[in-house]
T-cell receptor, first 115, second 113 residues
């Protein structure tokens, strides 16, 4: 597609429920990144994929968070047993490569609200 | 760890002024530094990417410079317009951890007519 797309754009859930957030990267981009943005924390890195593998998962805040990428394209971020502190905007980005030339393009984000 | 600081946190100027936004980073072993703008409720829009071998990049009224040795980058906006009002974010990687960007908290810019 023309840009990175994310769905849903907004998600309201109850504490304790599981949620899935989806990211469609720019066609041909091999690297995909998840970040989250909250008022108190700014932009935090969560995980990145090169192809279907995740060389860096160091930003995932707990084992309730997981992500996968299939076919070198679409990625899903799953949050299990959501907590109120998970409320944030989840941003996805993609780039041609994660190497020396790495211009990241961001999607519009998914705003997650946990009640 | 890479720590990124942006100064000032907020800036309010009349239309037409030339502006300088500053970004500093603690680990100079970077490959890429990228400037973004973010409008309220939106994602990040890439403005300029500077690779470590470059000293500056220009796009229209925007010019970004990079001084790796001092750990600084500057975004210069010429002849500011109300449409430039947004939050500007600086993100850079770190040589030992390719891929992820480390971000500053941003500079919130308001340009009034």
């Amino acid at each position: 597609g023309a840009g990175v797309s994310q769905s849903p754009s907004n998600k309201v859930t109850e504490k304790g429920k599981d949620v899935e957030l989806r990211c469609d990267p720019i066609s041909g981009h091999t690297a995909l990144y998840w970040y989250r943005q909250s008022l108190g924390q700014g932009l935090e890195f969560l995980i990145y994929f090169q192809g279907n593998s995740a060389p860096d998962k160091s930003g995932l805040p707990s084992d309730r968070f997981s992500a996968e990428r299939t076919g070198g394209s679409v990625s899903t971020l799953t949050i299990q047993r959501t907590q109120q502190e998970d409320s944030a905007v989840y941003l996805c980005a993609s780039s041609w490569t994660s190497g020396a030339y790495n211009e990241q393009f961001f999607g519009p984000g998914t705003r997650l609200t946990v009640l | 760890k890479q720590e990124v600081t942006q100064i000032p946190a907020a800036l309010s100027v009349p239309e037409g002024e030339n502006l300088v936004l500053n970004c500093s980073f603690t680990d100079s072993a970077i490959y890429n530094l990228q400037w973004f703008r973010q409008d309220p409720g939106k994602g990040l829009t890439s403005l300029l990417l500077i690779q470590s071998s470059q000293r500056e990049q220009t796009s229209g009224r925007l010019n970004a410079s990079l001084d790796k040795s001092s750990g600084r980058s500057t975004l210069y906006i010429a002849a500011s317009q109300p449409g430039d009002s947004a939050t500007y974010l600086c993100g850079c990687d770190r040589g030992s951890t390719l891929g992820r960007l480390y971000f500053g908290r941003g500079t919130q810019l308001t340009v009034w007519p």
